[in-house]
């Protein structure tokens, strides 16, 4: 019966994972996976998070099932949270939770899908991988614009502003707003600006994806592309992901929210949204949405999530500071300032393919085959080993 069925390669980046559980050495270190680690190594349990479980166990509420577009107070919140003093009203907004930013983006995909035929894709050259195995999935066709610049190492912005100057009207058009994964590198405020400046001209379709909101400047900084394009009354689809910045990673909580210029269309693009969802997976899970629903409908425990953020987030800078001034002790004729120039969890390291593997294989020291590592995963224990071995395969 199943004899045709070829076998499973493996995601690339979950394969480095098991490999790293496998190793013996004691002084390994997991750069590879988009995880978040504390100072001590450790996945945290944020401390608004363990109080809000706390509160939602008291409470003891039975285990029924959600509605289709997830649990309301949680819905608020997140719309309350991305949309800030922009918030557009029930009219303009269709959001709802979802598993996770990759179910998101799964919901979103398939409603494009359904009602605008032959969809394509337009992703950052490079991107998060699984964007092209989730549209694809969805029956789309990808195609990419120029975005690294790897003799820079920083934004190919002329190139990335030429290539969406040139797309048909209403191409659909994957953006990072912030902590572009896997690259670390974003446009500045001034380059966002011009973004948005040709989104609106050619009257493209933005697919917003917000993964690290609050991991580079700040929780209201971080989300400023989206917001601009709701005053200027721009349509989009906008995953977001708690995952990271609730520390909530198999909760899978999320949410997919579209905005609707047009006064009335919200109603009917929910309507299709629940009906995506009934048909992928009925509704969604229930306890990641009471703990953010718990912290963000708190202003004590609000105020103390988002300082829970900005703590993860000063700690990964200080991490980039330490390694690219540790880099460039052990390589002076290098410049490493580029470490600095890059914002969230992720950093493009330069590093070759056979660095990487050298790296693994001598040292133990994890990245991914591209040169990404996460630098979230280091701390004062490892980087300068971490420093130090890189040095060793540069030189
Ligand atoms: N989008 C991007 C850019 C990501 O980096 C990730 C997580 N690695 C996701 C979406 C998926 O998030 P989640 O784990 O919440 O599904």
Same mark, same amino acid.
């Given at each position: 019966?199943?004899?045709?069925?070829?076998?499973?390669?493996?995601?690339?980046?979950?394969?480095?994972?098991?490999?790293?559980?496998?190793?013996?050495?004691?002084?390994?270190?997991?750069?590879?996976?988009?995880?978040?680690?504390?100072?001590?190594?450790?996945?945290?349990?944020?401390?608004?998070?363990?109080?809000?479980?706390?509160?939602?166990?008291?409470?003891?509420?039975?285990?029924?099932?959600?509605?289709?577009?997830?649990?309301? /107070?949680?819905?608020?919140?997140?719309?309350?949270?991305?949309?800030?003093?922009?918030?557009?009203?029930?009219?303009?907004?269709?959001?709802?939770?979802?598993?996770?930013?990759?179910?998101?983006?799964?919901?979103?995909?398939?409603?494009?899908?359904?009602?605008?035929?032959?969809?394509?894709?337009?992703?950052?050259?490079?991107?998060?991988?699984?964007?092209?195995?989730?549209?694809?999935?969805?029956?789309?066709?990808?195609?990419?614009?120029?975005?690294?610049?790897?003799?820079?190492?920083?934004?190919?912005?002329?190139?990335?502003? /030429?290539?969406?100057? +040139?797309?048909?009207?209403?191409?659909?058009?994957?953006?990072?707003?912030?902590?572009?994964?896997?690259?670390?590198?974003?446009?500045?405020?001034?380059?966002?600006?011009?973004?948005?400046?040709?989104?609106?001209?050619?009257?493209?379709?933005?697919?917003?994806? %917000?993964?690290?909101?609050?991991? /580079?400047?700040?929780?209201?900084?971080?989300?400023?592309?989206?917001?601009?394009?709701?005053?200027?009354?721009?349509?989009?689809?906008?995953?977001?992901?708690? +995952?990271?910045?609730?520390?909530?990673?198999?909760?899978?909580?999320?949410?997919?929210?579209?905005?609707?210029?047009?006064?009335?269309?919200?109603?009917?693009?929910?309507?299709? %949204?629940?009906?995506?969802?009934?048909?992928?997976?009925?509704?969604?899970?229930?306890?990641? /949405? %009471?703990?953010?629903?718990?912290?963000?409908?708190?202003?004590?425990?609000?105020?103390?999530?988002?300082?829970?953020?900005?703590?993860?987030?000063?700690?990964?800078?200080?991490?980039?500071?330490?390694?690219?001034?540790?880099?460039?002790?052990?390589?002076?004729?290098?410049?490493? +300032?580029?470490?600095?120039?890059?914002?969230?969890?992720?950093?493009?390291?330069?590093?070759?393919?056979?660095?990487?593997?050298?790296?693994?294989?001598?040292?133990?020291?994890?990245?991914?085959?591209?040169?990404?590592?996460?630098?979230?995963?280091?701390?004062? +224990?490892?980087?300068?080993?971490?420093?130090?071995?890189?040095?060793?395969?540069?030189?």
């Amino acid at each position: 019966m199943f004899s045709h069925l070829p076998p499973y390669a493996g995601d690339p980046i979950l394969s480095l994972m098991e490999q790293f559980q496998r190793d013996e050495r004691s002084n390994k270190v997991n750069l590879s996976i988009g995880i978040y680690t504390d100072g001590r190594g450790v996945v945290p349990v944020l401390p608004s998070v363990r109080t809000a479980a706390a509160a939602v166990a008291e409470v003891g509420a039975p285990y029924v099932y959600l509605p289709m577009e997830g649990h309301a /107070a949680y819905r608020q919140a997140v719309a309350k949270l991305l949309f800030g003093a922009d918030l557009p009203s029930a009219e303009h907004l269709a959001i709802v939770q979802t598993l996770g930013g990759s179910g998101a983006l799964k919901v979103g995909a398939d409603l494009i899908a359904r009602f605008f035929p032959q969809p394509t894709i337009w992703l950052p050259d490079p991107t998060w991988d699984n964007h092209v195995g989730i549209f694809e999935g969805a029956g789309f066709k990808t195609e990419r614009y120029p975005y690294y610049d790897a003799q820079t190492k920083g934004l190919n912005f002329e190139g990335m502003l /030429a290539k969406l100057d +040139s797309l048909p009207k209403g191409a659909v058009v994957l953006l990072h707003p912030c902590c572009h994964n896997p690259t670390g590198v974003d446009p500045t405020r001034a380059q966002w600006e011009q973004i948005v400046d040709v989104l609106e001209k050619r009257g493209l379709l933005p697919f917003f994806d %917000l993964a690290y909101q609050g991991f /580079a400047e700040s929780l209201d900084e971080d989300i400023w592309p989206v917001r601009e394009a709701v005053r200027r009354q721009i349509p989009f689809f906008l995953s977001n992901s708690f +995952s990271k910045i609730f520390s909530l990673y198999s909760e899978r909580i999320g949410a997919l929210s579209v905005f609707c210029p047009q006064a009335g269309q919200a109603a009917n693009v929910l309507g299709q %949204l629940k009906l995506t969802v009934r048909r992928n997976y009925s509704s969604p899970a229930r306890n990641g /949405a %009471l703990l953010v629903a718990h912290v963000l409908g708190d202003d004590k425990l609000a105020t103390q999530w988002r300082a829970e953020v900005e703590e993860m987030r000063v700690r990964v800078r200080d991490m980039r500071v330490k390694l690219a001034s540790q880099l460039k002790s052990a390589v002076p004729d290098q410049d490493f +300032s580029f470490l600095l120039r890059q914002n969230g969890m992720f950093g493009y390291t330069g590093l070759t393919s056979t660095q990487v593997d050298r790296l693994r294989e001598e040292f133990g020291v994890y990245a991914v085959g591209t040169g990404r590592i996460c630098v979230a995963g280091l701390n004062d +224990s490892n980087v300068a080993r971490v420093a130090e071995t890189m040095a060793e395969v540069l030189r």
